[in-house]
């Protein structure tokens, strides 16, 4: 079974610039999840679909960062305009199906890591 | 929404039990309790959750209490690839708010 795939691995920008990752959710995953991780720091939920529409977003900065899931499979997460606080980890995690707790697993990708100069 | 307190840092030999502590005192009666780690450069990795009973599986056993105000992480012979942050976290039942704390990051001595 493939993973979750993240792109690019790795990102350097300049501060004030736009930045934008993808996300490719395990096959049939219906529960989408955007992190930001830190380091140093546990992972932080920006954003949380199911399908295309957004469960969760109350930790998104949405005057800068915005984040969209057409046709309920691949994801992209944005940056515009960047700063150096932004630097981090930005991962992206998938799970089934909500509502069959006792079997969900999260299933997490590798990660993009973000650095803002 | 209900928090969960971990220590930062604990050590262990390789080949012995480990016991991960998590306390979450506000805990609602519908919210999970699950288990990640993360080793390092990797993004997450699931270990284990369960609602009220204690669990096993192949990588861990987690002994919940029977208040739910705390639970444990068992690793029955840790060896060094066991070593990582390991997180607890407290979901909804429809693991909305999958929020991640600090964590206790694990390390296992040869």
């Known amino acids: 079974e493939a993973g979750v795939a993240q792109s690019p691995r790795y990102k350097i920008i300049e501060k004030r610039q736009s930045v934008a990752f993808w996300c490719n959710p395990i096959s049939g995953h219906a529960t989408l999840y955007w992190y930001q991780q830190i380091l140093g720091q546990g992972p932080k939920l920006l954003i949380q679909f199911q399908n295309n529409g957004v469960v969760d977003d109350s930790q998104l900065p949405k005057d800068r960062f915005s984040a969209e899931r057409l046709k309920g499979v691949d994801s992209t997460l944005k940056i515009q305009p960047a700063k150096l606080e932004d630097s981090a980890v930005y991962l992206c995690?998938?799970?089934?199906?909500?509502?069959?707790?006792?079997?969900?697993?999260?299933?997490f990708g590798s990660g993009t890591q973000l650095s803002v100069l | 929404d209900a928090k969960t307190t971990q220590p930062n840092s604990m050590e262990s030999n390789e080949e012995e039990p480990v016991h991960l502590p998590c306390n979450h005192s506000?805990?609602?009666?519908?919210?999970?309790i699950h288990w990640y780690r993360q080793l390092p450069s990797q993004g997450p990795e699931y270990v284990i959750h369960?609602?009220?009973s204690n669990v096993n599986n192949r990588m861990a056993s987690l002994a919940i209490a029977e208040d739910r105000k705390s639970s444990t992480l068992i690793l029955h012979r840790a060896t060094l690839r066991d070593a990582a942050v390991y997180y607890c976290?407290?979901?909804?039942?429809?693991?909305?708010?999958?929020?991640f704390g600090s964590g206790t990051k694990l390390n296992v001595k040869p």
């Open positions: 995690a998938s799970s089934l199906v909500m509502g069959t707790p006792l079997s969900e697993k999260l299933f």
């Open positions: 506000t805990i609602s009666g519908t919210d999970y």
């Open positions: 976290i407290l979901s909804g039942y429809n693991f909305n708010k999958f929020y």
């Open positions: 369960g609602l009220t």
